[in-house]
């Protein structure tokens, strides 16, 4: 959630940098969660909330931006999703951020936003679940995630070692 945050309070500052961070489906949080968790209701033309979304890309279009989305949910996403919000956006390929952490120190960090936005039961029950199969477990193995877009040529992956960036205090935003 830190980096949603920064991202949203820099919201202005990442405009001038040509990034637009749009404040949709963040249930008045940070994060595009909704987009995340909820991706029929944007990225397809009858979604709920589709026209809002393409108001804003259409925006991004008319000023030379890019769009920036981000929540911890985009990690779920497949690579046919991905390559279908690209295509809804009009580029040609996407750029994705990876922030790994030490897993260690992520686990109880994903577990509380699971727990916030209602996906998950007790500490003990995802510990175990992730921890016996640990190379199996979304949360604790950081190259789980990156195996769905590391064949596509469509996709640009960047990934930014986030417990690193704190120690030398890089902002990360």
């Keep these: 959630s ?11 500052e990442l405009e001038n940098r040509g990034w637009v961070y749009p404040d949709i489906g963040t249930y008045g949080m ?11 209701l944007f990225i397809e033309p009858e979604g709920e909330y589709a026209k809002d979304f393409r108001d804003i890309i259409q925006r991004c279009h008319d000023e030379g931006k890019n769009l ?6 985009f990690r779920t996403w497949d ?17 994705l951020v990876f922030a790994f952490r030490c897993p260690f120190s992520v686990f109880y960090s994903y577990w509380a936003e699971e727990v ?18 640990w190379e199996n477990s979304q949360i604790l193995n ?5 195996k769905r877009f590391e ?7 960047n990934v930014l070692y986030f417990d690193a960036a704190r120690k030398h205090k890089i902002d990360i935003c």
């Design 68 to 73: 920036l989305l981000s929540a911890e949910g």
């Design 151 to 157: 064949d596509n040529a469509r996709f640009d992956i």
């Design 142 to 146: 950081p190259f789980f995630d990156l």
């Design 2 to 12: 830190y980096m949603q945050m920064r991202l949203f309070q820099g919201r202005e």
């Design 79 to 95: 690579a046919e999703k991905m390559l279908r919000l690209t295509d809804l956006v009009g580029a040609e390929k996407a750029e």
């Design 30 to 40: 940070e994060a595009q969660h909704d987009v995340a968790h909820n991706p029929a």
């Design 116 to 133: 916030k936005q209602g996906f998950s039961g007790s500490l003990a029950f995802r510990f175990m679940q992730n921890f016996i199969d």
